[in-house]
Structures are given as structure tokens and as C-alpha cells.
């Protein structure tokens, strides 16, 4: 059996809110996997939330661009990373982001069609170029992924979050409204809405968007929870029911309390707009990326290797 650390208690605290015992438990009974101890606890009632934030741990740049087309509007983000945060406010390499930005706005913010196209200046592939730059900063970079969203009639707002430059930071967030009514108001609307994802960070735009085994997981750990309780059958699956639903209310956009008023659905938001804007308002699509997520790089405790070193002498 896996050895059980602090680094991994404290790391499943921070992801469900459970206390320290109950977390060192968890690890012991699930042989130290932590995911696996995250359903265990929630199982027992002993994790706070269902959602926990993605491993953040690459560096680098998020950009984004924006273009208007007659009455419609395109966006794109893209995500390029680096090895240490100093290449963040390297200009050469900001200005690298905010040009691959522009092209994948060019071919709808797709990934392979963005590192396939003609760099600006050099005709090379934006693959190409980066491992040009790779060679002039020194140090390693990868371009990740973008992505891309529009509308024939409406807009298309932008933000970002722990911006370093124009259009570059940590979390880059597209909004694509549709609707015939007043460009200016909209862009209000729509940039609020991108504040209020890249705080929340929604997993989805509706319910039927959401990942299948996702939903069977969030479902069957809300069963076994429910079964605890030892009521009948028809109270559990009420419970299982309610148990959906406020997980729902997690993490689909349109169900979540707006920030901006903490009070009112994202929904209703929307709907309430139309009397503002003048016209029927819909959330066609979003994107939002956050340097790094997913991604796991590995650390290390300096001052301990430092220790080791010497008793090792």
C-alpha cells in the first residue's frame, strides 16, 4: 500500500474542504489514490463540493482576439506555455501569443489548422516558429490548444483575467450573444458574463452538454450517499434527484447565480436582458481557458533537497 504523506493529505484537503483526519483516512482506505479518496469522502459526507479546480501548474500566456463582421462577430483564445513565468513578460514572446491569437481567429480558433498556418514575416508554420523562439528565449515552449466562437448577428466580448499585456494573462474567456439589439449594451452584458465564467468556471453551457460519465459518476455517489440515510426508496431517489440538481446548479452556466448580483440565475439574466437590449438574447456558446489546467508539473521542496544533499555528505 502507497505510503501516505502530508503533501497528499494536505493537497486532498485542499480540494475537498474535509478535514485532516478524515482526509489522512480517505488515503489509508483507498491505498493513496487521491481521486479515489475524493468519492470516498464524498461518499461519507465529509467533502464540501463536488467541483474542484483543474491542477494548475504550466506557465506561459493566454490570449485572445476579437474581430467584428457587419452585424456578427468572431473570437478566438489560444494558450501557448513555457517553463517558468519570466517568459510571461518577455515581449518577444508576448508578442508571439497576440500574433498566433490573430491567426487562430483566422480559421475559427481551430488547434491544428492554427499550428499548420503561415507565420506573418516568416511564411513558416506557427510549429515552426515556435521552436524558433524556442532557440532565441532558451527556453522550451509548446502551443497548446485554441479555440474559437462566433455569431452571424450580435457579439462576441472578451476578457482577461491577470492581464500582463493586452489581451494576455492567466484566464482567457470568449462570450458569443446573439441577438439584434444594442451592440453597446450587449457588449456590457457580454463582458460581465465572461467575469462571472472565468470566477465559476462552469464545466458546461447546459445540462445535455455535460460529459455522460460525469454525470453517471456525480449520480452514483449521490446514491450511495442517499442509501446511508437508510430512508425508503422513493425518499432516496428524491434525494439522489436533489442531489443533481444542486450540482447542476454548480456547474452548468446557465444555472449557476449570476456573480455580478448573486441572486439571479444566468438563465434569467439573459431574459431580463431583452427588455435592456431591445431584442431576444441568447448564450450561443463560451470558452474559457486557464494557463495550465490540467496539466501536472512536477515540484520540488528546495530547502529538503537541500538538507538531503548535505546529510549525504
Not at 482577461?160 to 484566464?171: C, D, E, S, W
Not at 457588449?187 to 460525469?214: C, W
Not at 436582458?273 to 431591445?278: E, F, L, N, T, Y
Amino acid at each position: 500500500m502507497a505510503e501516505v504523506t502530508a503533501a497528499m493529505v494536505k493537497a486532498l484537503r485542499d480540494q475537498t474542504g474535509a478535514g485532516m483526519m478524515d482526509c489522512k483516512s480517505a488515503l489509508t482506505e483507498t491505498a493513496g489514490d487521491i481521486e479515489v479518496a475524493v468519492d470516498w469522502l464524498r461518499k461519507k459526507g465529509l467533502a464540501k463540493a463536488a467541483k474542484k479546480a483543474g491542477r494548475v501548474a504550466a506557465e506561459g500566456l493566454v490570449g485572445v482576439a476579437t474581430v467584428v463582421e457587419g452585424a456578427g462577430a468572431r473570437g478566438a483564445v489560444v494558450e501557448i506555455n513555457s517553463e517558468t513565468d519570466f517568459v510571461a513578460r518577455n515581449e518577444a514572446f508576448q508578442s508571439f501569443v497576440s500574433e498566433v491569437a490573430k491567426i487562430a481567429l483566422s480559421v475559427g480558433g481551430d488547434t491544428q489548422k492554427t499550428a499548420s498556418a503561415k507565420f506573418p514575416g516568416t511564411g513558416n508554420p506557427v510549429s515552426d516558429e515556435v521552436t524558433n523562439l524556442v532557440a532565441k528565449i532558451g527556453e522550451n515552449l509548446a502551443f497548446r490548444r485554441a479555440a474559437g466562437v462566433a455569431v452571424e448577428t450580435g457579439v462576441v466580448a472578451a476578457y482577461v483575467h491577470n492581464q500582463t499585456a493586452p489581451g494576455l494573462g492567466k484566464v482567457g474567456v470568449l462570450v458569443a450573444l446573439e441577438s439584434a439589439g444594442d451592440k453597446e449594451k450587449l457588449e456590457t452584458l457580454g463582458r460581465q458574463l465572461a467575469m462571472h465564467i472565468a470566477a465559476t468556471k462552469p464545466l458546461a453551457l447546459t445540462e445535455t452538454e455535460l460529459d455522460s460519465a460525469l454525470l453517471d459518476r456525480e449520480r452514483a455517489i449521490h446514491a450511495e450517499k442517499a442509501a446511508q440515510s437508510g430512508k425508503p426508496e422513493a425518499v432516496i431517489q428524491k434525494m439522489v434527484e436533489g442531489g443533481m440538481r444542486k450540482y447542476y446548479e454548480e456547474v452548468v452556466l446557465l444555472h449557476q447565480l449570476f456573480v455580478i448580483d448573486g441572486q439571479t440565475r444566468v438563465s434569467k439574466v439573459l431574459e431580463q436582458a431583452a427588455k435592456d437590449v431591445g431584442a431576444p438574447v441568447t448564450l450561443k456558446a463560451y470558452q474559457r481557458f486557464a494557463l495550465g489546467e490540467g496539466i501536472e508539473k512536477e515540484t520540488s521542496d528546495f530547502a529538503a533537497e537541500v538538507a538531503k544533499a548535505a546529510g549525504s555528505n
